[in-house]
């Protein structure tokens, strides 16, 4: 459903949450989910991520009655953040494993 001038199929939710992601055929590490919708996610991890690139990911909730999410994403683009040492990273959710 769009809503005024968004043009999203889905709200965006604003979290924090901690998460951990793989490139698929490479490198793990952690991540921090800034925002979460029904087509994708915005993390904030410390290494630059070619677009185009599979991740798998899993989001790790804050609090223990909402389970994990793990899922299949593709890297959407990849922007450096203004502190200098972060990259903001938007995905698409391709898949949810669990």
């Known amino acids: 459903m769009q ?9 965006r939710l604003g979290i924090e949450c901690p998460a951990r992601f793989t490139i698929v ?7 921090i989910v800034k925002n979460l919708s029904g087509g994708g ?5 410390e290494r630059e ?5 599979a991740l798998k ?6 609090n223990d009655i909402t389970p994990p999410l793990q899922a ?3 890297v959407l683009r990849c922007t450096a953040v203004d502190d200098g040492g972060s990259f ?9 494993l669990g």
């Open 72 to 74: 299949e994403v593709e």
């Open 57 to 62: 990911i899993e989001v790790i909730p804050c």
């Open 49 to 53: 991520i070619t677009p185009g690139s």
């Open 25 to 31: 055929g490479g490198e793990a590490g952690g991540a």
């Open 41 to 45: 996610l915005l993390i904030w991890i």
């Open 88 to 96: 903001a990273v938007a995905c698409q959710i391709r898949r949810v």
């Open 3 to 11: 809503v005024g001038d968004e043009k999203r199929n889905y709200p």
